[in-house]
């Protein structure tokens, strides 16, 4: 199975997982117990310096390389955004860089939690999926570079 | 009360509600909710329509023209102006100045006043539960001036310290810049206490009222303050408009804010003369429009009394504080002897932005944040508090809607 598959079954899981609900409270209870299960970040990436400017919630990201793929690791302070945040991983943490930017993030709106929540500035959601995504660019184009770099041929 | 109802009959809270079109509005399906009012109050259907009609019968610029529309327009500025004299008892109609809101007041207070008269080692005197408008701009003008600030500090109920403000009151001591309802607690500050130390050392006072004109009547010439400002989004009114009072003889010494059309008399490359009281402070086409509309909220407050408005907002703030300290795991934040319609707290292990998002999916509207009150929020060691704010036409029902809430995001968070 190809990256892009399973990126795309990591999705339909999640759309599907939420589906079995028929009311909000539902989905909420579900999305923090999802949060609830998200190990908390290293008190040492729970520092200002890894820290995802947003106004109301402290969302702490922290991005690595393994091979091919980057890694993604993220918190919050605040229970539904680190819910939230869990999804998120789940989809783009160990993917190889061109498919976190082929994958939009339209699947938060499939999952109707309301969509100014997912759509809201105000809990360092957006920023954090911009961060996800130029990661995931600076990576792509540092490999495009190190390739043609005669230094990394050699 | 008996002679207030007397006088404007019973506080109809339901015939008020009508008032207002907004509040008849759906979120997720459920009735609207609005206890955000200490952010933004509510438009009644006067303000709507007196905002509408400037648009459609009396609209041209204002102060210049010639003919007919422009003599309407202004006067229906200047009217609104007189009314916002009366409001706050202002002597003169030229000792209110317009302004966006209380922010650009205080910054044009700061840059003004501030640039004229603070010299290295002047003091300027905070407290603790400023507003970040009522801090930031005086910190720019500390920069540039070499002037000092000093910060009065809060007790654990989130009462002014006023001993402490007494003895940080000295011969250094230039200006006074205090709220005189603390937006992140509640708090009704003595103001009028503060201004007479103030003026006892010559130092002059900027009162902050945006969250205290929506429920407490403002007699500037009886507190003798030197400058007061509020907004006028909080008082039922427009956004984008906004009033700094000051007292005409300090105005008339201070140098303008800002250059450009309205302030002038005339202007030549070599040199420029400015307009007097109020035009010196009002460059550029002003909010014509959102000055009539402060003028309709400030006539619609008018028609319901404001004590009365305070009387029934003081009874919700009763109940409410009751209701949510009766609940488990509730921390009310700020307990003030003397409050506002403010109730802020936190509910033990929940994230107050947690608890916004469950209560919004009950159509309920709260503040959630450090209310631009950062200092606030460090003297208590927290990131953040949930804030319900009061306004004129909230019920009892809508705080039961608040508690019910509260019970719902202590069933969704239970671990």
């Given at each position: 199975?190809?990256?892009?598959a399973s990126i795309?079954?990591e999705i339909?899981?999640?759309?599907?997982e939420?589906?079995?609900?028929?009311d909000?409270?539902g989905r909420?209870?579900?999305?923090v117990?999802i949060?609830r299960?998200?190990?908390?970040?290293?008190?040492?990436?729970?520092q200002d310096?890894?820290r995802?400017p947003?106004?109301q919630?402290?969302?702490?990201?922290h991005a690595?390389r393994e091979?091919?793929?980057?890694v993604y690791?993220?918190d919050?302070?605040?229970?539904?955004v680190?819910?939230?945040?869990?999804?998120?991983l789940r989809?783009?943490s160990g993917r190889?860089p061109?498919?976190?930017?082929?994958t939009?993030?339209d699947?938060l709106a499939?999952?109707?939690?309301?969509?100014h929540?997912?759509?809201?500035r105000?809990?360092?959601?957006?920023?954090?999926?911009?961060r996800?995504?130029?990661?995931?660019a600076?990576f792509?184009?540092d490999r495009?570079?190190?390739?043609v770099?005669?230094?990394?041929l050699a | 009360?008996?002679a207030?109802?007397?006088?404007?009959?019973?506080?109809?809270?339901?015939r008020?509600?009508?008032?207002?079109?907004i509040?008849?509005?759906r979120?997720y399906?459920?009735?609207?909710?609005?206890?955000?009012?200490?952010?933004?109050?509510?438009k009644p259907?006067a303000?709507i329509?007196?905002?509408?009609?400037?648009?459609?019968?009396?609209?041209?610029?204002v102060?210049?023209?010639v003919?007919?529309?422009?003599?309407?327009?202004t006067d229906a500025m200047?009217?609104a102006?007189?009314?916002?004299?009366d409001f706050?008892?202002?002597r003169?109609?030229?000792?209110?100045?317009?302004?966006?809101?209380?922010?650009?007041?205080?910054?044009?207070?700061a840059?003004?006043w501030g640039r004229a008269?603070?010299?290295?080692?002047?003091?300027i005197?905070l407290?603790?539960m400023?507003?970040?408008?009522?801090?930031?701009?005086?910190?720019?003008?500390?920069?540039q001036t070499?002037?000092?600030?000093?910060?009065?500090?809060?007790?654990?109920d989130?009462?002014?310290v006023?001993?402490?403000?007494a003895?940080?009151?000295?011969?250094?001591?230039r200006?006074v810049?205090?709220?005189?309802?603390?937006?992140?607690?509640?708090t009704?500050?003595?103001i009028?206490d503060i201004?007479r130390r103030?003026?006892?050392?010559g130092a002059?006072?900027?009162?902050?009222g945006c969250?205290?004109v929506p429920h407490i009547?403002v007699?500037?010439?009886?507190?003798?303050?030197?400058f007061?400002?509020f907004?006028?989004h909080?008082?039922y009114?427009?956004?984008g408009?906004?009033?700094?009072?000051?007292k005409?003889?300090l105005?008339e010494?201070?140098?303008p804010?800002q250059?450009?059309?309205e302030?002038i008399?005339?202007v030549?490359?070599q040199k420029t003369t400015?307009?007097?009281?109020?035009?010196?402070f009002e460059a550029g086409?002003?909010?014509?429009?959102g000055?009539?509309?402060?003028?309709?909220a400030?006539e619609?407050?008018g028609s319901?009394?404001?004590?009365r408005i305070a009387?029934?907002e003081h009874?919700?703030?009763?109940?409410?504080t009751?209701r949510?300290?009766?609940?488990?795991?509730?921390?009310i934040v700020?307990?003030?002897?003397?409050?506002?319609a403010i109730?802020?707290f936190?509910?033990?292990?929940v994230?107050?932005h947690d608890i916004?998002?469950?209560?919004d999916?009950?159509?309920?509207?709260?503040?959630t944040?450090?209310?631009c009150?950062q200092p606030?929020?460090?003297r208590?060691?927290?990131?953040?508090?949930?804030?319900?704010?009061?306004?004129?036409?909230n019920?009892?029902?809508e705080?039961?809607?608040?508690v019910?809430g509260?019970?719902?995001?202590q069933?969704?968070?239970?671990?």
């Amino acid at each position: 199975m190809t990256d892009s598959a399973s990126i795309q079954d990591e999705i339909r899981r999640i759309v599907d997982e939420f589906a079995i609900f028929d009311d909000w409270m539902g989905r909420y209870e579900y999305l923090v117990d999802i949060g609830r299960a998200l190990p908390a970040l290293a008190e040492a990436r729970r520092q200002d310096s890894h820290r995802v400017p947003g106004c109301q919630s402290k969302v702490w990201f922290h991005a690595r390389r393994e091979g091919e793929r980057i890694v993604y690791e993220a918190d919050s302070d605040a229970l539904i955004v680190k819910g939230l945040i869990a999804l998120l991983l789940r989809v783009y943490s160990g993917r190889r860089p061109e498919d976190i930017l082929a994958t939009p993030t339209d699947f938060l709106a499939e999952i109707d939690l309301g969509s100014h929540l997912t759509g809201s500035r105000a809990n360092g959601l957006h920023a954090m999926i911009r961060r996800i995504k130029a990661y995931a660019a600076a990576f792509a184009a540092d490999r495009a570079a190190a390739a043609v770099d005669p230094a990394a041929l050699a | 009360m008996n002679a207030l109802m007397a006088e404007h009959g019973a506080y109809d809270v339901a015939r008020i509600r009508g008032d207002f079109p907004i509040l008849g509005e759906r979120v997720y399906g459920k009735p609207l909710t609005y206890l955000d009012n200490g952010a933004s109050a509510q438009k009644p259907r006067a303000v709507i329509d007196a905002i509408r009609n400037a648009y459609e019968t009396e609209y041209a610029n204002v102060h210049r023209g010639v003919h007919y529309l422009s003599q309407r327009a202004t006067d229906a500025m200047e009217s609104a102006r007189q009314k916002v004299r009366d409001f706050l008892n202002a002597r003169e109609d030229h000792e209110i100045i317009f302004v966006r809101g209380a922010t650009e007041g205080i910054n044009l207070v700061a840059a003004s006043w501030g640039r004229a008269n603070l010299k290295p080692g002047d003091e300027i005197l905070l407290t603790t539960m400023e507003h970040h408008s009522n801090i930031v701009p005086w910190q720019m003008i500390r920069d540039q001036t070499g002037a000092v600030i000093k910060v009065a500090p809060i007790d654990d109920d989130g009462a002014l310290v006023m001993e402490e403000l007494a003895r940080l009151i000295g011969p250094r001591t230039r200006m006074v810049a205090v709220t005189h309802v603390s937006n992140a607690l509640g708090t009704v500050v003595p103001i009028a206490d503060i201004i007479r130390r103030a003026h006892a050392v010559g130092a002059k006072v900027l009162i902050d009222g945006c969250q205290a004109v929506p429920h407490i009547p403002v007699d500037v010439q009886a507190l003798d303050c030197d400058f007061y400002v509020f907004s006028g989004h909080k008082l039922y009114g427009p956004s984008g408009i906004g009033v700094l009072y000051g007292k005409a003889a300090l105005l008339e010494a201070m140098p303008p804010y800002q250059g450009g059309g309205e302030m002038i008399e005339t202007v030549t490359f070599q040199k420029t003369t400015y307009a007097g009281l109020p035009f010196k402070f009002e460059a550029g086409t002003p909010h014509i429009v959102g000055a009539v509309g402060l003028g309709a909220a400030i006539e619609y407050l008018g028609s319901l009394g404001l004590p009365r408005i305070a009387a029934h907002e003081h009874e919700l703030l009763a109940y409410a504080t009751e209701r949510l300290a009766a609940l488990n795991a509730i921390r009310i934040v700020g307990r003030a002897p003397e409050k506002a319609a403010i109730l802020s707290f936190t509910l033990d292990g929940v994230h107050p932005h947690d608890i916004g998002t469950i209560l919004d999916r009950e159509g309920i509207a709260v503040r959630t944040g450090h209310h631009c009150a950062q200092p606030v929020m460090d003297r208590f060691d927290l990131p953040a508090t949930v804030r319900a704010s009061f306004g004129l036409y909230n019920t009892r029902e809508e705080v039961d809607r608040l508690v019910a809430g509260l019970a719902r995001v202590q069933e969704i968070f239970r671990s």
